[in-house]
């Protein structure tokens, strides 16, 4: 393969430092638009937070609450987008939709708890329903069938839709509402019903009284111990001390350090590949041999001595050069 010319490869770098001002440009436009607010009472779409101390903290430290980057930005700004594509699809399909202007009956509701319903929808029976619209990556989306499935998430922003959602029913006195889940990409549609859960509204009605106390005498609800909540707070910098005095041993190992930090570089390519690799995995369970592109895949039955029998798969690249060219 013959070399580059210096003055191709010069104007290439030209054009990526230019590509590269110009993102820079962007990402500082979407600035002005991340800002904090003052909040007096919880808001429905935080209510299901694990941490108490957080949710006091977002009505007596609002100022301190650390904003997010432009990055985040554009995730919200998506997920308005995702609203509108969702209220379009049930337009189409011909509901009467409502969007509902800010609610006396939330806003007015006691214990307080603060919120913006995203739609209402009558289905053709003439009841309207109330309903929470999710722009979901296809990974959450696939796993989302269920109510329970939301509380069995692992991830904290996707346990707290429940809370939301319930807590407009609770307090505008209806029985059933609705998930409206987009997946990202792909913008295909789900719908999840969702019964109002008496029991599981008490919780979270106990939970907002707790933190209208905590506001009112100026005292702070217990650090919880979950660091997947933790590293994602906007607080942590406020209990931060609080946990390293916590920390049972804290060493000094700079080849260790290391380790974690190129372990976290890699995690988010990781779970990639494993959510992929059970995909394909299902996709070719029973298959003996299949020939897809220049993927050669056999199977067989393994049955191990006193243990269940399984299906093994193997995956061949027949023409690596297409994936790898320098192969």
């Known amino acids: 393969m013959s070399a580059m010319p210096a003055e191709q ?3 290439q770098q030209v054009n990526e430092l230019s590509a590269h001002i110009i993102i820079n440009q962007i990402k500082e436009g979407k600035k002005k638009y991340i800002k904090t607010y003052p909040q007096h009472v919880p808001r429905a779409s935080e209510i299901g937070h694990p941490c108490e101390r957080y949710l006091t903290l977002s009505i007596t430290n609002w100022a301190d609450k650390k904003t997010h980057g432009p990055e985040v930005e554009f995730i919200f700004e998506g997920g308005r987008a995702v609203e509108e594509l969702a209220i379009k699809d049930l337009e189409d399909a011909g509901f009467k939709v409502y969007r509902p202007e800010p609610d006396k009956a939330i806003m007015e509701s006691k214990p307080r708890i603060t919120g913006h319903i995203d739609v209402r929808v009558d289905f053709g029976s003439g ?4 309903g929470e619209i999710k722009g979901l990556n296809i990974f ?11 509380f069995d998430s ?3 922003w996707i346990q707290k839709y429940p809370a939301q959602l319930m ?6 006195g209806e029985e059933r509402g609705f998930f409206y889940l987009k997946s990202i990409p792909r913008f295909q549609p789900k719908l999840i019903w969702v019964d109002l859960d008496y029991s599981y509204m008490e ?3 106990q939970k907002t009284e707790r933190i209208e106390k905590h506001v009112a005498n100026g005292t702070m609800a217990e650090q919880i111990d979950n660091p997947e909540v933790c590293q994602h707070c906007a607080f942590l910098h ?20 290391d380790k974690l930090q190129k372990r976290t570089e890699l995690e988010d390519g990781y779970r990639e590949y494993n959510h992929l690799d059970n995909a ?3 996709a070719i369970h029973g298959k003996e041999k299949l020939l897809i592109g220049d993927y050669l895949i056999t199977g067989k039955w393994i049955t191990p001595k006193c243990k269940n029998p399984y299906w093994k798969s193997k995956i061949v690249l027949l023409d690596p050069a297409k994936i790898n060219p320098a192969v």
Request: with cysteine; aromatic share 8%.
């Open 9 to 11: 490869i010069h104007q």
């Open 127 to 130: 009841q309207v329903h109330t």
């Open 280 to 282: 394909v995995k299902n």
């Open 154 to 156: 692992k991830k904290p």
């Open 167 to 172: 807590t407009y029913l609770y307090i505008k």
């Open 238 to 257: 406020i209990c931060l001390p609080e946990i390293r005095q916590k920390a049972l041993e804290i060493i000094d190992d700079d080849e260790l350090l």
């Open 203 to 205: 919780h979270i009605l």
């Open 140 to 150: 959450d989306w696939e796993k989302l069938n269920t109510l329970q499935d939301f």
